[in-house]
Structure formats: structure tokens, C-alpha cells
């Protein structure tokens, strides 16, 4: 039997060091490494074992009574959540970790609630009760309270803080205890009888609700059948009426046990399909060990050196030597089969998201959906010469990490890097240095000013020069107008007469966009101006399209003076997914930074705020949202419109302008 698990959780829950003590107990590690020390299986990136934190997700493998589990370990910090999300995707259940010293973390809520959307059968572990002011039934009380009514402990601990030593088995009404990875069963203290019973009646009441019958014969105080109770609440879990909770310590061995027989007694086990068919989630791709492509396989049989077809991208695809991976070292394989996962190296056209099937099969799957990008900076080489590589090795990190985005901006000519968070863009920024030997810098983004004016003016423009053979001579006429926001610019040509011949009239047009894309206040393009040309002259000999492209540019330049020019900024269209708590304080925020909230929308437990911001009010609005909701808010930002800036910032700004020219 085949079956996976992923381990989720908030940052700092434990979830590399219970994983560890997974494969050490099962034998599939000589030793446990430590989170603390970057020595883990799982933590094998150079960035992670430096920083000491789970920077994506990691795979491994082990056997239970007779049960192939492949376990995914995920990172717990918000700035990279995608891969939680992937890994969650190919699992057949999780084991959602809170940490019993701080609780519920906003990674955790979040990560909750998108299992609970999706019906993925769900375990917890309350984790490090072998620490000082641990307390398991706070824990269990908070869970409860904020993330899952339906959680009821399975097990209950055996001592508390420091002298935690063992677990109680609710069901079968037994203790045990743990030392040095062994397990050996002991004496249930009188003093965790109360709780004991009072815990069993809970089950007993919650799963007796999902039969009939069984109800039935519980209020009419009759015995039930063991085996049928135990069958019922089985049923009851895999379809997430009952949320198992396990006390456990990772660090000190305590409770391992327990999670695997959870693993192989509760997740469900597919109906087998003959055609092949696979869902890759996780791509690796670096200098060193080059792509390497993750995937579950959903049905079927999947074997070495055998030529699929994406279903993605439709195109075939040859696998080449499959492997198991424990971390970074792998393992090869003939092949997998339905429920495992497996990877394989070197795949071309493939991505993280496709789906490979076999001749005759059509299915494609669906897969996560990305989270938008919530922060970016510009990105620039530190030599001249390095510009070309950031590209390059970009597009290899982002094949691992589909929530970055690379992008220029037209506006600014910037090459900007968008990411979770600020700690997601300097970890990309130091593997291009480390991984890549692209040495970069991230700065903050240039903002796309724009101007324009607020009165009507009529302008001349002559260009006139004389050289030994033919000179060049252009001569206009224009009226210069501000047009509604948003209309970009307007031509209108009013020459009669033939005062300037037709073949020209493009020639002065095309002076007057090359002058406005350069305004006279900061030098930022200039918009929502109508320009109308009504008179003009021209020489039968010297005009030329040159000569009527500089006068056009000259008239231009010089009546915009006297139009009243002024700077426009652009405004950003937010929708700002907040706590209800946090409301008040995150509406305050918005109107320092000189935001119209424009409507509120409660949906559940969040509410979604509308407003209207200036987009240099919001570059780093990430950070402030995440210490302001504690991690829990999130937001979507797309342009609106352009509009005036206030006069004294307008100053500031064009001063700071000159200066830099300067």
C-alpha cells in the first residue's frame, strides 16, 4: 500500500526535526540531524542549512506495517507558502504541526483552512511539549477555538513540560512510555483517569453521531460492538467529522509512533487504475545537480526510460532513470507505482503543474493556484557585464519557485523581481550569486510619474537653418488643450489651405510625442493632451520632414510652459483580505498613506477592504500588512488611474529629480 503525507505548519512548529525523527525510528537515517544546527535530511539547500530554515519543500520515504509512506516536509514562513501548497496538493493527507509554547501562527490558520476547502483528511500534532510552559490542553483549547471545533485528542500526554515521557491511548485506554526511541507500556497515573474518560466519552459521542444505528444504541444506553465503534470513527476522520490531535515531541522521539499508525490506519487508499497517468509539483533546478522533476503518481504504473505525453504542453516527454528521494540523495528505481512519489531528472518541455499520462489517456490535472506576488524590487547586475546571466538564472530559480516573477517594466525600464515577501527576494538575490555567480542588487522600484496640464495655450515653432547647399526650414502653429484622464493624446490637424503641405503634417505630430516624452516639471512622459495644428508655412526648397519634426517639438516644448504642467502619479486598486480584529487598524494605515477606502466585503472570517492608494504609498505595503494582521492579511493590487499629486509632494519630487540629473 502505497500512501503520502505532507507535514505542514507555521514557522518554527517542528516539522524537519519530527520528520527526522520519522526516518530515524524507521531506520531509514542513521542519526537525526538538528534544525539548529543545519544538519538535517530534509534542509539539504545551501541557503537553508546557512539560514537554518526550511526554504522549500523536501521529500523522503519510509515503510509502517507494511506500508510504503513518502512524507513531503514543508517550509512554515509565509514567503514560501506555494510550496506547502504543492506538496499538500499530491499528499493524501496532512499532519498539521502547532508549536505548544506560541501556539496558532497565521501560516497555520491559512494552511487550515485551505486543507479544510479542499476535504483533505487532516491530523494534528501539538508539538515540543517536552518544553518549559508547554501546555497541551491550552493548545488543544486554542485549536478548538480558532481553527478546528472538530479536534479531539486520540492520545493524551503522559507528564507535562520537562517530564512529558509518554502518551495515553484514549481508545484502547492504555499508557506508554518513551525512552531512548524505544516504547514500553506503563501504568495510567490516577490523576489522568478524569481526563481520560471524560476525552473517550467525546470521541465515543462524536462517532456514534456519524451512525444511526450506533447512536441509536448509545442513548438507549445498550454496548457497542468495539470493532464496529472503532470502524465508524474511522469513517468519521477520512471524512473530516473528527479531527485527530497527537501529543507529541519530535526532539525527544515521543508520539512518532503513533502519527505513522494514524497514517496507515486513516488515509485512504485509491481504487487502482491500470493507465498512467502523474502530477509533477516540485521542480529542483540549480548549477550543480541541474532539473530534477517531482511527481505523484496518480494512477498506474510508471517505468524508467519510457516516452509519455504532457498533457500541459502536448507534447511527449521521455522519462529517463526514475529515483526515490530522501532529501538531496536519491535512489534509483524501475518504477513507481500508483501513490508514490517519484522523480526523474533532465525532463525538457515538463514544468511543475503538468501533467504526464500514457497513450490513450486524457485526464489533466488540476493543480494550486499560485498566490499572487505581494512585493517587488528592481533587480540590477552589479557588473555591467553580469545583465544578460540575471535573466538566464532567473528563469532556472523560477522554475523552482513558480510564486517569483521576473518582468520589466516598460514604463521605467526597470527589470523588476516580484516575490511573497522581502526575505523571499534577498534569498533569490543570494542564490544568484551563490548558485549562478550573478552578483545582484535589489532596489526599490522607480514609480511610472506621468504629466500633464490643466490650461489651454497656443504655441509657434520655427526651425530655420541655412547651410551651404539646401537649408531646412519648418513653421508651425498649435493649440495645446488638457484632455479628460485617461485619454492619452489626441492629434487634430486643421491646416487649410495648403499652408503646410499634407506629406509634413505626420512630421509635426511625430516632434510633438517625441517632445512629450520628456516633460518640462521632472522629465516624465507627458498625457491627456490634445494638440491641434491650424497654421503654418513652409519653403519650397528647404522643408523637410526633419525640419517640421523639430518645429513641432519646439512649439511644443514651448507652449507646454504656459499650459500649467503638472505631475500625475499612479493609483494602485487594492483589495486588502484582513482579519475582522485587524480592520480598524489596516483602514488607519491606508489613510496615512493618502488612500479612499472606495467598500468593505466581509467574506468569513476575513473582511476585504477596497481602496484607492498611490502606488508609491504601497511599494513595501507588504511588510506593513504582515506586522500589522500578524501574518494573516493578504492582499491583490492592480493599476486604476492617474491622478494629480498634492503640490508639496510634487516639489519634492521634482526636486529629487534634478538633483539626480545633476
Not at 496538493?89 to 496558532?104: N, P, Y
Not at 531528472?345 to 486524457?362: F, H, P
Not at 477592504?609 to 504609498?617: L, M, R, S
Request: hydrophobic fraction near 35%.
Amino acid at each position: 500500500m502505497k500512501k503520502t503525507i505532507v507535514v505542514l505548519g507555521g514557522r518554527g512548529s517542528g516539522k524537519t526535526t519530527l520528520v527526522e525523527d520519522i526516518l530515524f525510528l524507521t531506520k531509514k537515517i542513521n542519526r537525526k540531524g538538528s534544525t539548529d544546527n543545519g544538519n538535517t535530511t530534509m534542509d539539504f539547500d545551501s541557503e537553508e542549512i546557512q539560514r537554518k530554515l526550511s526554504l522549500q519543500l523536501a521529500i523522503g520515504y519510509t515503510e509502517w506495517k507494511g506500508h510504503h509512506i513518502d512524507i513531503i516536509d514543508t517550509p512554515g514562513y509565509g514567503d514560501f507558502i506555494t510550496d506547502a501548497f504543492c506538496g499538500a496538493r499530491v499528499a493524501d493527507g496532512a499532519l498539521l504541526l502547532v508549536d505548544a509554547l506560541s501556539g496558532i501562527k497565521a501560516e497555520t490558520n491559512k494552511l487550515f483552512r485551505w486543507l479544510m476547502e479542499r476535504q483533505k483528511l487532516s491530523f494534528i500534532a501539538v508539538n515540543m511539549l517536552d518544553k518549559e510552559h508547554a501546555d497541551f490542553y491550552n493548545t488543544l483549547s486554542t485549536i478548538r477555538q480558532n481553527i478546528a471545533p472538530k479536534a479531539i485528542p486520540l492520545f493524551l500526554p503522559l507528564g507535562k513540560e520537562t517530564g512529558f515521557s509518554g502518551i495515553i491511548d484514549v481508545m484502547a485506554e492504555k499508557a506508554y512510555t518513551y525512552k531512548d526511541g524505544k516504547r514500553k507500556e506503563a501504568t495510567i497515573p490516577d490523576v489522568e483517569r478524569e481526563k481520560l474518560d471524560d476525552f473517550r466519552s467525546k470521541i465515543v459521542e462524536a462517532t456514534v453521531e456519524e451512525n444511526d444505528e450506533l447512536l441509536e444504541k448509545y442513548l438507549e444506553g445498550e454496548d457497542i460492538d468495539k470493532k464496529e465503534l472503532l470502524k465508524t470513527l474511522k469513517k468519521a476522520i477520512q471524512d473530516l467529522k473528527i479531527i485527530p490531535v497527537f501529543p507529541v515531541s519530535g526532539l525527544k522521539g515521543i508520539g512518532t509512533d503513533v502519527i505513522l499508525s494514524g497514517i496507515v490506519d486513516y488515509l485512504p487508499q485509491q481504487e487502482r487504475v491500470d493507465k498512467v497517468s502523474a502530477l509533477v509539483f516540485k521542480t529542483y533546478n540549480d548549477s550543480l545537480t541541474g532539473k530534477i522533476s517531482c511527481m505523484k503518481v496518480c494512477t498506474g504504473t510508471i517505468n524508467s526510460d519510457t516516452v509519455y505525453f504532457n498533457a500541459n504542453k502536448l507534447a511527449a516527454e521521455k522519462i529517463g532513470t526514475l529515483m526515490k528521494l530522501q532529501g538531496k540523495n536519491t535512489t534509483p528505481v524501475e518504477s513507481a507505482e500508483q501513490g508514490e512519489v517519484v522523480a526523474c531528472a533532465k525532463l525538457k518541455v515538463t514544468q511543475t503543474g503538468d501533467t504526464l499520462v500514457e497513450k490513450g489517456n486524457s485526464v489533466r490535472y488540476d493543480f494550486v493556484d499560485i498566490p499572487i506576488p505581494q512585493i517587488s524590487y528592481a533587480i540590477h547586475a552589479k557588473s555591467k557585464g553580469d545583465e544578460e546571466k540575471i535573466g538566464s538564472a532567473l528563469s532556472k530559480i523560477i522554475e523552482s519557485d513558480p510564486s517569483l516573477v521576473f518582468e520589466k517594466n516598460i514604463e521605467t525600464q526597470e527589470f523588476l523581481l516580484k516575490g511573497m515577501g522581502k526575505m523571499h527576494l534577498e534569498i533569490t538575490a543570494s542564490k544568484l550569486k551563490n548558485r549562478f555567480g550573478v552578483d545582484a542588487e535589489l532596489t526599490i522600484p522607480k514609480i511610472a510619474y506621468r504629466e500633464t496640464i490643466k490650461k489651454k495655450a497656443k504655441s509657434h515653432g520655427r526651425y530655420k537653418k541655412q547651410t551651404g547647399g539646401h537649408g531646412q526650414f519648418g513653421d508651425c502653429w498649435i493649440e495645446i488643450e488638457p484632455l479628460p484622464r485617461g485619454k492619452g493624446f489626441e492629434f487634430v490637424d486643421k491646416i487649410v489651405g495648403g499652408a503646410i503641405p499634407r506629406q509634413f503634417i505626420p512630421s509635426v505630430e511625430k516632434g510633438i510625442k517625441a517632445a512629450m516624452e520628456k516633460g518640462v516639471l521632472a522629465g516624465y512622459p507627458m498625457t491627456d493632451i490634445k494638440v491641434t495644428l491650424y497654421d503654418g508655412m513652409y519653403h519650397p526648397v528647404d522643408s523637410s520632414d526633419i525640419a517640421f519634426q523639430t518645429a513641432g517639438s519646439i512649439a511644443f516644448k514651448e507652449g507646454i510652459r504656459n499650459c500649467k504642467p503638472v505631475l500625475l502619479e499612479p493609483m494602485m486598486e487594492m483589495e486588502i483580505y484582513v482579519p475582522d480584529r485587524c480592520t480598524g487598524d489596516v483602514v488607519s494605515d491606508l489613510n496615512s498613506r493618502r488612500g479612499k477606502v472606495i467598500g468593505m466585503n466581509p467574506q468569513r472570517e476575513y473582511n476585504c477592504i477596497k481602496a484607492i492608494v498611490p502606488h508609491a504609498e504601497v511599494l513595501e505595503y507588504a511588510i506593513t500588512l504582515r506586522a500589522i494582521t500578524q501574518g494573516e492579511g493578504y492582499f491583490t493590487m492592480k493599476f486604476s488611474t492617474y491622478e494629480e499629486v498634492p503640490p508639496l509632494l510634487a516639489q519634492k519630487i521634482v526636486e529629487r529629480n534634478k538633483k539626480q540629473e545633476k
